[in-house]
């Protein structure tokens, strides 16, 4: 593993040679903070005050990689920098030191600077002011706080805003994520609607004009030809119709025009009838008082849907549809003759009976369809209220 320190920012070298070309230039001018006769300056040579400056300069490139690190260093050349004739640029220098260590370091460094030197803010104020008894004494306290509580206070301040404008940001971002996950969903549920609802309107349709079709085709009979063309023109302009209703809701929410009504259980009648008009022989038995519209659309998919599977795939014989109203559920039954082994008239994609089961379940109903004493069955079970049982 590589212990090697990543690479300083190019700002923090910047400070690193302006501090130091600074702190050379005030020294090379003479311009000190103390003066040779002060008791403080025991290192008293010319030179003195360029160590701390150097090592404080130093300390620069770590303030944001290694901030504690640099903090450390710096403290003891700035200690150092108190017994020498002194450099202005060495204090600054030390305070952006501070100031980095709390807004770049561990937040638990961040919580305990601004303490500790507050503590020896205090303490550098009311000790040698209780010492020497003078009230001057209180200046040593201001000059800690001015060096080291000031820049740890303003680290902590910046911190704390810099660390609420992320979590602002993270929440923006986590909202924006959920939603467009609610955005791909509501789009993915609204294209399965529209799937089973294209399956359900054209499949039938298709199938007896592909049946007929097949008969005029294969029967050299004029009569039986033209009684196929009839029911093949019949079943493309209802198909017709209601890819126009289809249409009609698509277009809706762009205010082009209104979308025509969704069909109900009172069009039955009409949905056997036509299709008896494809051949087959319907019984119809519907018993039931009024249900929510969300019900009735699903039992007259289901209805068509079956009547469209036994069109396609149902031996010869009667197919019985019923509906019942029971324990506050719409029971749909739809039966067909049934024998293993018999070719299907028109090949299937099997989707039909997917969006017959996704329809009940969409409602918290139950949907089965399988054989059953030699008949094809399809059963469906629709609560009436939300959250009723099945």
């Known amino acids: 593993m590589s212990l090697a320190l990543p690479r300083p920012h190019r700002d923090d070298l910047r400070i690193t040679v302006g501090g130091l070309l600074g702190g050379v230039l005030l020294w090379v001018l003479g311009i000190h903070p103390r003066v040779a006769s002060d008791h403080l300056v025991l290192w008293q040579a010319p030179w003195a005050p360029l160590v701390p400056l150097a090592v404080t300069a130093a300390c620069e490139p770590l303030r944001r990689i290694r901030p504690r690190t640099g903090l450390l260093i710096g403290t003891a050349a700035l200690t150092l920098d108190t017994v020498t004739l002194g450099n202005i640029v060495t204090i600054v220098l ?153 249409i009609g809701i698509l277009r809706a929410g762009s205010g082009d025009r209104e979308p025509a009504a969704s069909p109900t259980l009172d069009g039955l009648g009409a949905l056997v009838d036509g299709a008896r008009a494809n051949g087959l022989e319907v019984t119809l038995d519907a018993g039931h008082d009024s249900v929510p519209v969300p019900v009735e659309l699903a039992a007259y998919r289901i209805v068509q849907e079956s009547l469209t599977n036994a069109l396609k795939h149902a031996a010869k014989g009667r197919v019985h549809v019923a509906l019942h109203q029971e324990n506050g559920t719409l029971r749909v039954w739809v039966t067909s003759p049934y024998r293993p082994g018999d070719a299907s008239r028109v090949s299937g994609s099997g989707s039909g009976l997917a969006g017959m089961r996704e329809r009940a379940a969409l409602l918290g109903g139950s949907f089965e369809a399988g054989p059953e004493s030699g008949r094809w069955a399809v059963r469906a079970v629709l609560p009436l209220t939300e959250g009723d049982p099945a």
């Open 94 to 246: 030390y305070t952006d030191l501070m100031y980095a260590a709390v807004l770049y370091g561990s937040p638990a460094a961040a919580r305990r600077i601004p303490w500790i030197t507050g503590m020896l803010t205090v303490l550098g104020g009311v000790v040698p002011a209780a010492l020497w008894r003078d009230p001057q004494g209180l200046l040593i306290g201001v000059g800690v706080g001015v060096v080291a509580f000031a820049p740890a206070s303003t680290g902590w301040v910046v911190r704390n805003h810099r660390d609420a404008a992320e979590a602002a940001r993270l929440r923006a971002e986590q909202t924006a994520l959920l939603a467009e996950m609610d955005r791909t969903q509501a789009v993915t549920a609204e294209r399965a609607r529209f799937a089973r609802e294209l399956h359900d309107m054209v499949a039938g349709h298709l199938s007896a004009i592909a049946i007929h079709s097949t008969a005029a085709l294969s029967l050299d009979d004029p009569k039986t030809s033209k009684d196929a063309l009839a029911v093949i023109r019949e079943n493309s302009v209802e198909g017709l119709a209601e890819m126009r209703r289809l």
